[in-house]
């Protein structure tokens, strides 16, 4: 895929230096598959993303540390951080990814066949599935990390675990520990502390943790932008039916813990 390299990269001079939203410009790619102008701007917003994800990654190593040392002011922190690196992610789709006009349906029409063989809207619907999902762990290591619920395997959920296994071992290694009992489900951890809380403390939980679901609902609303101008044959099949079910799931984890503390009291007790 793009090439997750967060790390660093060279500009044309072959100083090294650090991947970022303002060193966009001076990415530039050295093994390119169909030589076209779209396909460097597509793989260099993806390769940014990758290099600006560091910051979840550490602002999930900061939250997963608070809630084993019960800080509550460390974990408001890092939702904090966590928000705010979910929103440089989506700077990134709109400063690297604006709309092109046709550039991304050229885009499209020249890889698919290289992708997937035959010419049909459900395969079309499976190529979709693959550009939201980028083959990334940002966006499975952002479900986990906040506990969001999937009641039914739905398409998109399907690509994202097919993905997984393909990854590299950090990476799958990374998204097991999320997975752990205990090891990084925040909306599980704000239930279960909301009753022994401060009011004022909860509050924050909950506007930090409320705030990352919507930051999260947005960048999957890129992801789905991307994949609609790709694919303008099946745009509304696939918002509705594929898209909507992942949306619907991060809506429902939503938490209420200034409600759920009234319901139960503050000792926990009805």
């Not at 705030?211 to 609303?221: A, H, K, T, V, Y």
């Not at 994949?227 to 984890?253: D, G, M, N």
Request: positive net charge; aromatic residues 6%; charged residues 25%.
């Amino acid at each position: 895929d793009g090439g997750g390299g967060g790390g660093g990269g060279s500009d044309e001079s072959g100083r090294s230096g650090s991947v970022s939203l303002e060193t966009a410009h001076r990415v530039r790619l050295v093994c390119r598959f169909l030589a076209i102008p779209e396909e460097d701007d597509f793989w260099r917003l993806h390769i940014v993303l990758e290099a600006e994800a560091r910051t979840l990654v550490a602002a999930i190593a900061r939250g997963q540390a608070a809630m084993l040392a019960r800080d509550t002011r460390e974990l408001i922190e890092s939702l904090e951080q966590f928000q705010s690196g979910l929103a440089r992610l989506n700077e990134c789709h709109t400063q690297l990814w604006a709309d092109g006009g046709r550039r991304d349906v050229v885009l499209a029409r020249r890889l698919r066949p290289f992708l997937l063989s035959g010419m049909s809207d459900q395969q079309d619907m499976q190529l979709g599935c693959m550009y939201y999902t980028a083959r990334s762990a940002i966006l499975p290591m952002c479900l986990l990390f906040l506990g969001v619920r999937h009641e039914e395997p739905h398409p998109l959920l399907r690509t994202m675990q097919k993905s997984v296994r393909a990854m590299p071992g950090p990476h799958r290694a990374f998204l097991a520990s999320l997975e752990k009992r205990g090891g990084g489900d925040v909306r599980s951890h704000l239930h279960a502390v909301a009753a022994r809380t401060q009011v004022h403390e909860l509050a924050l939980l909950e506007a930090g943790f409320n705030g990352c679901i919507e930051e999260l609902l947005r960048f999957c609303s890129r992801r789905s932008n991307l994949v609609c101008r790709a694919f303008p044959h099946i745009a509304e099949s696939f918002r509705e039916y594929y898209h909507r079910q992942l949306e619907s799931c991060i809506h429902q984890a939503r938490c209420k813990l200034l409600l759920q503390r009234r319901m139960q009291g503050p000792a926990g007790r009805p």
